[in-house]
T-cell receptor, first 115, second 113 residues
Framework: DGGITQSPKYLFRKEGQNVTLSCEQNLNHDAMYWYRQDPGQGLRLIYYSQIVNDFQKGDIAEGYSVSREKKESFPLTVTSAQKNPTAFYLC??????????????FGDGTRLSIL | QKEVEQNSGPLSVPEGAIASLNCTYSDRVSQSFFWYRQYSGKSPELIMSIYSNGDKEDGRFTAQLNKASQYVSLLIRDSQPSDSATYLCAGTRLRGGSYIPTFGRGTSLIVHP
């Protein structure tokens, strides 16, 4: 079955450490997204990528970095510059970013906590 | 004004009742909307999409879009305890030539037996 795989499910970060969250999709989707969700909050966009080798900052990109070297992969690095990284991180994809009528397909998420 | 606004709730309804979830949006949001259901600790799943003014029905769910009032709603008929979840309303905004999703905070729904 096609879908989005996020790993790990749970991740702990020590102070000063960078950590990388994995996101892989086999839906053949062009566009991929990273969101952060805090308790009682909606989804806030961190980064998005409409095509391989191109990505754009979302609303809360500070302290995060991404790469898009392959169509199916969009890893997110939470750097030490992100002082409050504890949250639920969701990766999503859409067929294309060029159409307005594109629902998001989500992975199962990664829960990141500070040690 | 936030781009997509929802009352965070919780909205509590008895089993079998109609649950009405509402969402308003700003001028920056394109008129293509999605409702997602999110169970605690899980990722969102698509429930309904609506692109045109009026109503769209799918089983126990009805989505309503009123472009003049910039208002989107989701009705759940014959509510069940399994419908207890957070419901996220999402629109789309144009940014740098791409259509980017924008989400409300979500409304928590509790269906009690």
């Amino acid at each position: 079955d096609g879908g989005i795989t996020q790993s790990p499910k749970y991740l702990f970060r020590k102070e000063g450490q960078n950590v990388t969250l994995s996101c892989e999709q086999n839906l053949n989707h062009d566009a991929m997204y990273w969101y952060r969700q805090d308790p009682g909050q909606g989804l806030r966009l961190i980064y998005y990528s409409q095509i391989v080798n191109d990505f754009q900052k979302g609303d809360i990109a500070e302290g995060y970095s991404v790469s898009r070297e392959k169509k199916e992969s969009f890893p997110l690095t939470v750097t030490s510059a992100q002082k409050n990284p504890t949250a639920f991180y969701l990766c999503a994809s859409t067929t294309t970013g060029a159409s307005i009528n594109q629902p998001q397909h989500f992975g199962d998420g990664t829960r990141l906590s500070i040690l | 004004q936030k781009e997509v606004e929802q009352n965070s709730g919780p909205l509590s309804v008895p089993e079998g009742a109609i649950a009405s979830l509402n969402c308003t949006y700003s001028d920056r949001v394109s008129q293509s909307f999605f409702w997602y259901r999110q169970y605690s600790g899980k990722s969102p799943e698509l429930i309904m999409s609506i692109y045109s003014n009026g109503d769209k029905e799918d089983g126990r769910f009805t989505a309503q879009l009123n472009k003049a009032s910039q208002y989107v709603s989701l009705l759940i008929r014959d509510s069940q305890p399994s419908d207890s979840a957070t419901y996220l309303c999402a629109g789309t905004r144009l940014r740098g030539g791409s259509y980017i999703p924008t989400f409300g905070r979500g409304t928590s729904l509790i269906v009690h037996p």
